[in-house]
């Protein structure tokens, strides 16, 4: 994602399938407990979310190697994917915690739809 080599199509797929990945709230505790506790590892999840911030936030039409209509689909695959992160992360948390709802999804229903 962070390449400027990268194409549209490339950088879209990724995003997609790191979505498919981060639906499970286990598995986003799993990378983090793994990869960012870790002292010799690389810090995953941090550069996961850090390099979906950076999708959201950068202009990409500086470079001329995209589009507004795909820059802005780049953009809200990203919003979506940190949103998807987020409330994988609140929903692991409520398995634990004596208000949480284990299996309740009304926490969420004011949420976007992430594809």
Same mark, same amino acid.
């Given at each position: 994602?962070? *390449?400027?080599?990268?194409?549209?199509?490339?950088?879209?797929? !990724?995003?997609?399938?790191? @979505?498919?990945?981060?639906?499970?709230?286990?598995?986003?505790?799993?990378?983090?407990?793994?990869?960012?506790?870790? %002292?010799?590892?690389?810090?995953?999840?941090?550069?996961?979310?850090?390099?979906?911030?950076?999708?959201? @936030?950068?202009?990409?039409?500086?470079?001329?190697?995209?589009?507004?209509?795909?820059?802005? %689909?780049?953009?809200?695959? *990203?919003?979506? *994917?940190?949103?998807?992160?987020?409330?994988?992360?609140?929903?692991? %948390?409520?398995?634990?915690?004596?208000?949480?709802?284990?299996?309740?999804?009304?926490?969420?229903?004011?949420?976007?739809? !992430?594809?």
């Amino acid at each position: 994602l962070e *390449s400027t080599n990268t194409q549209y199509n490339q950088k879209a797929a !990724v995003i997609q399938a790191l @979505q498919k990945v981060c639906s499970s709230s286990q598995v986003i505790i799993d990378i983090f407990v793994n990869y960012d506790c870790e %002292m010799h590892s690389p810090n995953i999840l941090e550069r996961i979310v850090d390099s979906m911030s950076k999708m959201v @936030q950068t202009e990409h039409l500086e470079s001329n190697w995209i589009t507004a209509k795909e820059a802005t %689909m780049l953009k809200e695959l *990203s919003l979506q *994917s940190l949103v998807l992160i987020l409330s994988s992360l609140v929903k692991w %948390m409520n398995k634990f915690t004596a208000t949480g709802h284990e299996d309740s999804e009304e926490d969420f229903s004011d949420l976007p739809e !992430v594809l």
